[in-house]
């Protein structure tokens, strides 16, 4: 079965430091990946998404990630974190091409950022 | 332009006892969505509807739970009787159609404990 990984719990940084999370997923075949981010009190929402073509995806707020297929990866970087990014932080996986739209999501990161 | 709403946000029941959960999705929104997130966990599927069609629902624990989205708009999940276990928050989500090129829209949740 498809399962996503995501190393770190929690993560502590202050302002400007430079972010990393980490995301691993088990599938050998086509896969579209998905971080969300879910700031506190609010709802679920999209940051960035991966199909096809450049592995370097640009999402919002300064967020990219980079899909190393032979790592299985799917890190969300951003090079200068602020107080609002603290938020939850997920990462997801659609297995087989897309065409069922089932997503796996990763257990979580949660981000704190020190004013 | 409205987002997924979910009713109730909060609910506290005694186990043994019914709940359902309401989730009116995005206009036009053809998919929907019913998520389970655990404490610490991401979020899981339990059953995914295309218009009035549950055409997933592999993952719903069917002794106990029960959904419906009789005109393909809103939709129903119910649990009924509540266990311990089921203390969670449960994820309505939307989508245009059920490829995952769609981003789902997530509503807020409805936070579940059952004492």
């Known amino acids: 079965a498809q399962s996503v990984s995501q190393h770190n719990h929690h993560v502590i940084l202050s302002e400007a430091a430079s972010l990393e999370l980490g995301c691993n997923y088990s599938y050998g075949g086509t896969v579209n990946l998905f971080w969300y981010v879910q700031y506190p009190g609010q709802h679920l929402q999209l940051l960035l998404k991966y199909f096809s073509g450049d592995p370097l995806v640009k999402g919002i707020k300064g967020f990219e990630a980079e899909f190393i297929k032979s790592k299985f990866s799917f890190n969300l970087r951003k090079p200068s974190v602020q107080w609002s990014d603290t938020a939850e932080y997920f990462c997801a996986v659609n297995a087989g091409g897309g065409s069922q739209g089932n997503l796996i999501f990763g257990k979580g990161t949660k981000l704190s950022v020190k004013p | 332009e409205a987002g997924v709403v979910q009713s109730p946000r909060y609910k506290i029941i005694e186990k043994k006892q019914p709940v359902a959960f309401w989730c009116n999705p995005i206009?036009?929104?053809?998919?929907l969505y019913w998520y389970l997130q655990n404490l610490g966990q991401g979020p899981e599927l339990l059953i995914r509807y295309e218009n009035e069609e549950a055409v997933d629902d592999s993952q719903l624990p069917k002794d106990r739970f029960s959904a419906e989205r009789l005109k393909g708009v809103d939709s129903t999940l119910k649990i009924q009787p509540a266990e311990l276990g089921d203390s969670a928050v449960y994820l309505c989500?939307?989508?245009?159609?059920?490829?995952?090129?769609?981003?789902?829209?997530f509503g807020p949740g409805t936070r579940l404990t059952v004492l």
């Open positions: 206009s036009g929104h053809n998919t």
């Open positions: 989500a939307s989508s245009l159609t059920s490829g995952s090129i769609n981003e789902q829209f």
